[in-house]
């Protein structure tokens, strides 16, 4: 069981870039495969990317282009880069943990933040 924490959200023009954080309190990441997914108003939860715990990855191959993640394990933190951002980007993020799978499917999943909200306006 971990909770996470994202952060890093905000409202942000198209083109620009954006920096979200998933935190886990309590205890290490380091054995987790962390995911994030997005969910815009309306819409189904989107695959976004996922880090395993050894650093392999796995992105939608529609944001593959322009979002990356990364791991700071001293700092127990996976982070999602966002860049060229688009109007269609706008959602809310989620960071989703799981210890026996690197899923695509919010479903692998057993653990989530709150979300944080990302706003690209045109």
């Known amino acids: 069981q971990v909770r996470l924490v994202e952060s890093g959200g905000g409202l942000v023009q198209a083109g620009g870039s954006l920096r979200l954080s998933c935190a886990s309190s309590?205890?290490?990441?380091?054995?987790?495969?962390v995911g994030w997914f997005r969910q815009a108003p309306g819409s189904e939860r989107e695959f976004v990317g996922v880090?395993?715990?050894?650093?392999?990855?796995k992105y939608n191959a529609d944001l593959v282009n322009r979002f990356r993640i990364s791991r700071d394990n001293a700092n127990n933190r996976v982070y999602l880069h966002m860049d060229n951002l688009k109007n269609e980007d706008t959602a809310v993020y989620y960071c989703a943990a799981d210890n026996a799978r690197i899923g695509v499917e919010s479903s692998d999943y057993d653990d989530w933040g709150q979300g944080t909200q990302v706003t690209v306006s045109s």
């Open positions: 880090i395993s715990w050894t650093g392999a990855q």
């Open positions: 309590g205890r290490t990441l380091r054995t987790y495969a």
